[in-house]
């Protein structure tokens, strides 16, 4: 499956902003797909992760950023808002068909399929 995202921006601290990631090739009805950001000198961190079982959320984004798809056009979307400037990074979606557990979602190894990154700068 290619993935293609986009959204990112600019904007100020305490603002929103919406990601897409757009699926073709294969519909992502089952697959598990996730997001995953890297900020400058730093590794790639999950982000959140949406598969059969729910919702995953990483700690320091739980409760501001909210994950959905609409698999009727296969495209999974990242509602980012109350942003900080640590949320400044390039933002990744991925996706695999197989079936991930809790322990394996956030890591990025288990995802097949990426897409290109969108940047998200977060300052004043």
């Known amino acids: 499956v290619q993935l293609q995202a986009s959204g990112g921006g600019w904007v100020q601290p305490g603002g929103s902003l919406r990601l897409s990631c757009a699926a073709s090739g294969r519909t992502l009805r089952s697959y598990t797909m996730g997001w995953f950001r890297q900020a400058p000198g730093k590794e790639r961190e999950f982000v959140a992760a949406?598969?059969?079982?729910?919702?995953n959320y990483a700690d320091s984004v739980g409760g501001r950023f909210f994950m959905s798809r609409d698999n009727g056009k296969d495209t999974v979307y990242l509602q980012m808002n109350s942003l900080k400037p640590e949320d400044t990074a390039v933002y990744y979606c991925?996706?695999?068909?197989?079936?991930?557990?809790?322990?394996?979602?956030?890591?990025?190894?288990?995802?097949?399929?990426w897409g290109q990154g969108t940047q998200v700068t977060v300052s004043s």
């Open positions: 949406s598969r059969p079982g729910g919702t």
């Open positions: 991925a996706g695999t068909a197989r079936g991930l557990i809790l322990s394996t979602v956030r890591k990025s190894v288990e995802y097949d399929s």
